[in-house]
């Protein structure tokens, strides 16, 4: 089932307590992705979201009152990093995701930052990050590495 989103959306600060509910959307969300190239298993879904969970760089993404997503975005290295970025399915499809990107891009230029993250080899997320100008910097395993610089 889509949920039909109007157009509008709100980040939210994250908080420890909130670690479930997003282990949840992160197995919900990746499954498809994850079973597609034989890596999914709940355990490992929840291990990898626990060890690299940032509450203070976490935003919850709603639409209306739904929590409709979340995505990590803060500093590392040379530039901020977006993880996490996950949308409950129901809220796929309908430009939501494009519109998360699009403010965190405006963030990351304002502030003069590249933008750095990691998508799964075989995840649809690829073509999506491309669409906003990051770039191939390498691959560890089944991940690539993708870079944008700051625009002014």
Same mark, same amino acid.
């Given at each position: 089932m889509t949920i039909k989103w109007a157009g509008a959306f709100t980040f939210?600060?994250?908080s420890p307590s909130d670690l479930e509910t997003l282990v949840a959307l992160r197995i919900t969300a990746l499954r498809e992705s994850l079973e597609r190239v034989g890596r999914f298993t709940p355990e490992r879904a929840r291990a990898r979201f626990?060890?690299?969970?940032?509450? *203070?760089?976490?935003?919850?993404?709603?639409?209306?009152?739904a929590l409709a997503g979340?995505?990590?975005?803060?500093p590392r290295g040379p530039g901020w990093e977006i993880e996490h970025?996950?949308?409950?399915?129901?809220?796929?499809?309908?430009?939501?995701?494009?519109?998360?990107?699009? #403010?965190?891009? #405006? *963030?990351?230029?304002?502030?003069g930052r590249e933008v750095r993250l990691t998508v799964l080899r075989d995840s649809d997320a690829n073509r999506f990050y491309a669409r906003f100008g990051f770039t191939e910097l390498g691959r560890?395993?089944?991940d690539i590495l993708y870079r944008r610089p700051a625009r002014a």
């Open positions: 939210h600060p994250a626990i060890e690299s969970f940032r509450p *203070e760089h976490t935003r919850l993404i709603r639409v209306g009152g979340c995505v990590a975005f803060g970025f996950y949308l409950d399915p129901a809220f796929q499809g309908a430009g939501l995701g494009g519109a998360v990107m699009a #403010a965190l891009l #405006a *963030e990351a230029d304002a502030a560890e395993g089944v």
